[in-house]
């Protein structure tokens, strides 16, 4: 229903900055919540940031609190994920997501469609 290109991973020394995009489109953009995962080589997914369909809530992992913020351009129906202070841990592939609801859920259940992902690497 939803579909979702991911854009914006690359390789990044300690330190450093990244912004990741993601654009959607199918179902109306301003209804549902989006959120932000990653996979680590060997690791299991897991919940780095969410947002609201109206930007007035996000969440975020603790691992990325202070560092990474999520906002959403609702006209350009687009989520970003602005990671600064990168650390070689941050390496992983991101994923976005749609959520079902307006609300940002911090589990993968909450969410029913996924974008192929985007790799960002973190050099030490």
């Known amino acids: 229903q939803v579909e979702l290109v991911e854009s914006g991973g690359g390789l990044v020394q300690a330190g450093g900055s990244l912004r990741l995009s993601c654009a959607a489109s199918?179902?109306?953009?301003?209804?549902?919540?989006m959120g932000w995962f990653r996979r680590a080589p060997g690791k299991e997914r897991v919940f780095v940031a969410s947002?609201?369909?109206?930007?007035?809530?996000?969440n975020y992992a603790d691992s990325v609190k202070g560092r990474f913020t999520i906002s959403r351009d609702n006209a350009k129906n687009t989520v970003y994920l602005q990671m600064n202070s990168l650390k070689p841990e941050d390496t992983a592939v991101y994923y976005c997501?749609?959520?079902?609801?307006?609300?940002?859920?911090?589990?993968?259940?909450?969410?029913?469609?996924w974008g192929q992902g985007t790799q960002v690497t973190v050099s030490s």
């Open positions: 199918g179902r109306t953009f301003s209804t549902y919540a």
């Open positions: 997501a749609a959520g079902y609801t307006h609300w940002p859920g911090t589990i993968p259940a909450d969410f029913g469609s």
């Open positions: 947002i609201s369909s109206s930007a007035s809530k996000a």
